[in-house]
């Protein structure tokens, strides 16, 4: 049980270096996918702005068309009031006319401020294009060498899994499940060493008759304390029978 238990020691370091690579990845992962997530929603702003850009262009034509129709009308009036002697008739139509006029000078005042608000909405798209184009290209170099690490810590978790399964294969399987409840609930921490009668996983004392159970009798003992499996170094257990 001893020597097992020195095994599944050997066990635990090769569990944290998977753990450390697996937390590694995860954390390259989530940078990944934060990334992502942003650059999406500055695509979404650009199309947004395109959009509001295509309907602001709708209503100027719109306005632009209503002003050159109501243009022409002055000028059909204008032409029916050379023909008309009837003064009222005049007056009326000279009414008519300057109505029009009125209501031309709204709509070229109307039009000025899509003008504007167009040029505001094209300056803005161009602003963030140029600011998307700039994280795109940084991010790409970024994200490459990201990937690349992924590729590096996929290599290196798949040899250290070949190494496990060698280690555990010389490990019960009823002891390696375990150590490995023990390794998910105790921050990957299975099997302590006690040294100077202290449990390295909590540093709390184990009691001496605990302490020379562990030295006589080849049984898993665990920490009263932590629960961790404990075992002692054999220079260890010379020192405590010297
Ligand atoms: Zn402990």
């Known amino acids: 049980m001893r020597a097992q238990i ?5 066990l635990q370091l090769v569990d944290r270096e998977i753990r450390e690579q697996t937390g590694l990845k995860q954390g390259l992962l989530s940078e990944l996918q934060t990334k992502e997530t942003e650059i999406e929603a500055k695509k979404r702003e650009v199309e947004a702005l395109t959009a509001l850009l295509a309907e602001r262009e709708k209503l100027r034509q719109e306005k632009d068309r209503i002003f050159q129709d109501e243009g022409k009308k002055i000028m059909d009036k204008r032409m029916r009031m050379n023909r008309i002697k009837n003064i009222k008739e005049l007056q009326a139509l000279q009414r008519e006319i300057d109505q029009i006029k009125q209501r031309n000078i709204e709509l070229e005042e109307a039009l000025i401020q899509i003008m504007v608000e167009i040029d505001g909405i094209k300056g803005n798209i161009k602003a963030k294009e140029a600011e998307m184009a700039q994280i795109q290209s940084e991010w790409q170099q970024k994200r490459q060498e990201m990937q690349s690490q992924i590729s590096g810590i996929d290599r290196a978790v798949s040899e250290a899994a070949t190494r ?8 019960a399987g009823d002891l390696i499940s375990r150590y490995e409840l023990i390794f998910s609930r105790r921050g990957g921490t299975a099997v302590v060493e006690v040294a100077g009668g202290i449990c390295q996983g909590c540093y709390m004392n184990i009691p001496p008759q605990l302490w020379n159970e562990i030295i006589k009798s080849d049984k898993v003992h665990l920490c009263p304390s932590c629960q961790r499996i404990l075992y002692c170094r054999p220079s260890a257990e010379q020192e405590k029978t010297a």
């Open 6 to 10: 020195e095994v599944l020691a050997l």
């Open 164 to 171: 496990r399964q060698t280690i555990a294969s010389q490990v």
